[in-house]
């Protein structure tokens, strides 16, 4: 298995960087549009290799999935939370309950506990 990892990520990297010999011209990124940018008075732009500016959409959309998902499961997040704070307490409760700290002068609670063999 520890092969094929390693081989599916030379393929990985051998891809990226195939994609980026093949992109390697200088494109002009604008935050605006030409005519909303004259318009409003901000013209800011920056000239990058186009495969940055791939890689770089690609690790944000991948971030912006993770902080999504991590939102999104807060709630299942919360419910086991509390789930194994309850079963530690349950836990907790049967343990003390078998150590013995019962008054074991009652005849009733003598009877309940005492095996049917021994009866």
């Not at 094929?4 to 604008?30: M, Y």
């Not at 940055?52 to 997040?77: D, N, Y």
Request: include cysteine.
């Amino acid at each position: 298995m520890r092969y094929i990892k390693w081989a599916f990520l030379a393929l990985l990297a051998l891809c990226l960087i195939t994609v980026g010999f093949a992109n390697r011209e200088v494109v002009n990124l604008q935050l605006l549009p030409e005519d909303i940018a004259v318009f409003a008075g901000i013209s800011a732009g920056v000239s990058m290799p186009l495969y940055l500016i791939v890689f770089a959409s690609v690790i944000a959309g991948l971030l912006i999935g993770f902080v999504w998902e991590w939102l999104r499961e807060h709630k299942h997040r919360s419910v086991a939370s509390s789930s194994r704070k309850e079963k530690a307490a349950l836990e907790s409760e049967l343990r003390e309950l078998k150590t013995g700290s019962r008054d074991t002068n009652d005849d009733v609670l003598a009877l309940l506990e005492t095996p049917k063999s021994a009866r």
